[in-house]
């Protein structure tokens, strides 16, 4: 292989790999001093000169003049640094001894082995470079949407294209049961993780991932990639159901209504990128019952009794309410649960509470606003809040203690009539 060649093959890699000219430059004269090396010891005395651009590559030796009996006895002559005055005088009658002569060194004169040796060394230094960038352009892509072509599909994962012809992997383990692809399809998920095993480099795809939920709802509702509403937390059975949590920093904004839109248009668009995944989105509180309530709309609680150390909450619910809040196949008040970190058990209301009286019969004798604050942690009727004790009621809402005593107490006349 002769220079011109070898150069217009490394040029190739320059176009396709997307290597700038310096790096490039750097890797070929870093593995040219190391084909040097193996074959003189060391290259200190050779000068490199190379233009990629234009397929020049120069190979100069520098070698000291020394005179001819230091040449043939001496055992510190040394071929690859020194020529003889005899042999140098075949160049240029006029060199002295201790004078530096410098000769062209061409690739062919390391042998074809050598020449064959470099350039596969040079491929994998650019292979590896190659690996390198993607690795490192994909770990700061962790968490993001990318959109790809599937080149590949196998029983256990996909295989996804980018636009630069890098390859990603789609396991099954992380697609939506109801996914299907075949070749040529385009396909988006969120980076899950860049990570290198041995020699190989692996970017793997999800689409199962509630970070790929989250993403799509930034790119769908503006507030939330501007951050006046904020995610709090999601919780996802792919394919089926997920709920999310969402508040809103400014009072003026409605955080459930911005995310699900006008007649549901931002929150259509998510829904069929996720194979019809029905979609919660409850407005977050850091009013534990109300937002236990909340977690599992759409039963409606008629009360609720929570115990904070063991991280547990006891629901009441009316006959016809208890299949609602646990859901096909358990999966609402699994994932309600999730949401809340609390271990949700669900109750059927006694028969003797079908004589309660709904909070709002009252309002003649209670002020509303101390009704609603009765209701915001799930105590509707009046027996729920007299289940309370006073400790209770004063722990859990902004009410003062007279406030709660005049309360009970007129609760408790309804009962004693």
């Not at 530096?100 to 082995?113: C, M, N, Q, S, V």
Request: net charge negative; with cysteine.
């Amino acid at each position: 292989m002769d220079t011109a060649n070898l150069i217009e093959s490394f040029s190739e890699f320059k176009e396709v790999k997307n290597i700038d000219r310096v790096t490039l430059l750097n890797i070929l004269e870093d593995v040219i001093r190391n084909m040097i090396i193996k074959k003189f010891g060391d290259a200190d005395n050779f000068d490199i000169i190379l233009n990629v651009d234009k397929g020049d590559l120069e190979i100069w030796r520098n070698r000291e003049i020394v005179d001819d009996e230091f040449a043939e006895d001496s055992f510190d002559y040394d071929p690859n640094k020194h020529i003889a005055l005899k042999e140098a005088h075949k160049v240029e009658p006029d060199f002295e001894i201790g004078e530096e002569i410098t000769d062209a060194f061409k690739l062919e004169d390391f042998g074809r082995r050598s020449v064959q040796a470099m350039r596969q060394n040079l491929i994998a230094k650019i292979n590896d470079l190659e690996k390198d960038n993607v690795f490192k352009k994909y770990q700061d892509r962790v968490g993001e949407i990318i959109t790809g072509e599937v080149y590949q599909v196998w029983r256990k994962e996909i295989l996804v294209l980018d636009d630069d012809g890098n390859e990603l992997v789609l396991p099954k383990s992380e697609m939506i049961p109801s996914d299907f692809y075949k070749k040529g399809d385009t396909l988006r998920a969120v980076v899950l993780m860049a990570e290198r095993k041995n020699s190989s480099l692996v970017i793997t795809l999800s689409r199962t991932s509630p970070i790929f939920l989250e993403k799509l709802f930034e790119q769908e509702v503006p507030e939330i990639f501007d951050g006046i509403i904020t995610i709090k937390k999601i919780v996802r059975q792919p394919g089926e159901r997920a709920k999310v949590a969402v508040e809103s920093y400014d009072d003026r904004i409605d955080p459930v209504g911005a995310c699900v839109g006008m007649k549901g248009s931002r929150i259509h668009g998510i829904v069929r990128e996720l194979r019809n995944e029905n979609i919660d989105v409850i407005n977050f509180t850091n009013n534990n019952a109300l937002f236990i309530q909340r977690a599992l709309n759409p039963a409606k609680i008629t009360n609720i009794k929570l115990d904070e150390e063991r991280k547990a909450a006891n629901v009441y619910l009316k006959a016809d309410q208890v299949s609602l809040a646990i859901g096909k196949g358990g999966l609402n008040i699994k994932l309600a649960s999730k949401l809340t970190g609390y271990e949700i058990e669900v109750y059927r209301e006694d028969v003797a509470d079908t004589e309660d009286v709904a909070l709002d019969e009252f309002r003649d004798e209670i002020e509303d606003w101390v009704i609603d604050e009765l209701k915001a942690i799930g105590c509707d009727t009046a027996k729920s809040v007299l289940e309370l004790t006073k400790e209770d009621l004063v722990k859990r809402t902004d009410l003062e203690e007279e406030t709660i005593n005049h309360v009970m107490s007129v609760l408790k006349s309804e009962f004693e009539e």
